[in-house]
């Protein structure tokens, strides 16, 4: 319908930021450029003309303190969310990510909450080169006490962000760089997806393919293609990759019986080996075949465009894969 309210994915995630801070005047953000400029991929533009400078901060070129500053006001009781322009430059800030933000809560016992939201921009395709184009999030799931989110569209973006505003420990909110212009139905009002709760995509009986960000919407494509040669495809975005939804994978690989995981992250110790892992664990007398994976090549992301287009998976490197998963089984 023509009257359907539409939002980019970028804006989905602005318009989260905007109604929780309207809602509580402990939030506040802090990260370079996002005040008058509004961030390098224009995700926070209008909020400090509308809010002030005082609660959207810009910050010095310094990764370290600006996640230092997010988890010193968090746990003296605001709700700060901090951007990280790249997700490779979360590696600045590691010390702080990982022996502060995530261990806080468990070294206090208990007593002391962490509701700090970080933000970056993940993932490549821009030709944006090796040291602005990486997928990490298999490094951030590997930490006790962080939470990492990663949407594939802008009706999960909203929700999920406004999860990670109201939570009280540290999230990873994970914006694909690609995916920022992605229009689609986003309700007006305020609502939030759980975080942990993976959503099926596409329903399908002959394979189960667990895809995120990105990834997702190019299975989807794949899945339409093979459908029209009766395969089909039972799609799955775990949304939330730490904590990850384990029952709802088992579950669908138990009734489909063929596993494909597909990831735009380096496919050596990438999230897809855990994954299989888990289902091979708790569901290996139900396959027909191995769990299968697709992921990039053991290498830096290429500048060239050319190059970087044959690194990263798509529908069609996708298609082929499920294909041949089928084949074998």
Known sequence: MSDVRKLTYGGAFNEAVR???????????????????????????????????????????????????GIGAAVTGLRPIVDLMFMDFICVAFDQIVNQAAKLKYMFGGEATMPLTI??????????????????????CHIPGLKVVYPSNPYDMKGLMTA????????????????????????EENYEIPLGKANIMRAGTDVTVIAYGRMANETLVAAEKLAADGIECEVIDP??????????????????????????????G??????????????????DAPVARIGAPFSPVPFSPA???????????????????VQRS
């Open 19 to 69: 109604q929780a801070m309207e809602a509580d005047e402990n939030i506040f953000c802090a990260g370079e450029d996002i005040g008058a400029f509004g961030g390098v991929f224009g995700t926070y533009l209008g909020l400090q003309a509308k809010f002030g400078a005082h609660r959207v901060v810009d910050t010095p070129i310094s990764e370290q303190a600006i996640v230092g500053l």
């Open 119 to 140: 933000t970056t921009g993940g993932g490549a395709g821009l030709s944006a080169a090796a040291q602005h184009s990486q997928s990490l999030e298999a490094i951030l």
């Open 164 to 187: 990670c505003i109201r939570e009280n420990n540290p999230t990873i909110m994970v914006k694909h760089k690609r995916l920022l212009g992605m229009s689609a139905h986003v309700p």
């Open 239 to 268: 949304r939330t990759l730490q904590p990850l939804d384990t029952d709802s994978i088992v579950e669908s690989a138990r009734k489909t019986h063929k596993v494909l995981v597909v990831h735009e992250a380096v496919k050596f």
């Open 270 to 287: 990438g999230l897809g080996a855990e994954i299989a892992s888990q289902i091979h664990e708790l569901a290996f007398d139900y396959l």
């Open 307 to 325: 190059l970087e287009q044959h690194y990263l998976p798509d529908a069609a490197s996708i298609e082929a894969g499920i294909r041949n998963l």
